[in-house]
Structures are given as structure tokens and as C-alpha cells.
């Protein structure tokens, strides 16, 4: 199982989400799974979008920017079009950093029960 830290304070600059995608695609198995990815960020004129293609379909958006901070909501809808065959994505939150998985809903499940009975003895 691999994971991910990912420090969510971390754009500064054009080309930041394209490194978080791809990132995202590696820790699901899919490195090529997104084509055309491209962004562009300027926080001073908090302008900021992305967009890729998967499977032929385009997707376009535009990202809220908070000073340096990375838009989690953007990041949810990328995820939501990685995620396939029951695998999801799955994070613990650390405040300003989370450590992402790329899991099977049962390998979640089984993680979170064990999880739980570890902690109720």
C-alpha cells in the first residue's frame, strides 16, 4: 500500500496542480490515465485554472485561490474522475498536510475495522 503526505500550503506557481495530478495518477497505478494537463496560477490576481482530458472527455476548472493554499474541492472532482473498479481514494488528516491512499473500498474497510477494534480493547 502506498500513500502520499501531501502539504496542501503548496502552490506558489504555474505547473503546482500539474504536479499534484500527476502525483495523484502515480499513487493510483495510472500515471498516463490524463492527457492535455495544463494549469496556470496567479495568486496575486488570484486567477488560477486546470484542465486535462481522460478518455476523450475535457475538463475545464477554475480554481479558488487562497494565498498558497491548494483548492481541496478542485482536487476532490480530479480524484473523483481517477477513481475506478470500487478503488477510491482515502486521507487522514494531519491539519495542514493529509496522507492520501489509493485503495479498494474492502481493503478500506477491512483497514478501518481493524482500525476500531484496536482501539476499543
Known amino acids: 500500500m502506498l500513500g502520499w503526505t501531501f502539504d496542501t500550503e503548496c502552490i506558489c506557481q504555474t505547473g503546482d496542480y500539474v504536479r499534484i495530478v500527476?502525483?495523484?495518477?502515480?499513487?493510483?497505478?495510472?500515471?498516463?490515465?490524463?492527457?492535455?494537463?495544463?494549469?496556470?496560477?496567479?495568486?496575486?490576481e488570484r486567477e488560477a485554472w486546470l484542465k486535462y482530458r481522460i478518455n476523450g472527455k475535457h475538463y475545464i476548472w477554475t480554481i479558488e485561490v487562497n494565498d498558497d493554499w491548494a483548492d481541496t474541492?478542485?482536487?476532490?472532482?480530479?480524484?473523483?474522475?481517477?477513481?475506478?473498479?470500487?478503488?477510491?481514494f482515502y486521507f487522514k488528516d494531519s491539519g495542514q498536510a493529509m496522507?492520501?491512499?489509493y485503495l479498494h473500498e474492502t481493503d478500506a474497510f477491512q483497514i478501518n475495522h481493524c482500525q476500531a477494534m484496536y482501539f476499543n480493547e
Request: net charge negative; proline share 2%; aromatic share 10%.
Open 73 to 88: 474541492l478542485t482536487l476532490s472532482y480530479v480524484m473523483d474522475n481517477i477513481e475506478s473498479d470500487g478503488f477510491h
Open 22 to 44: 500527476k502525483k495523484l495518477c502515480s499513487l493510483a497505478n495510472k500515471p498516463n490515465l490524463i492527457n492535455g494537463l495544463k494549469d496556470f496560477v496567479d495568486i496575486e
Open 99 to 101: 496522507i492520501l491512499f
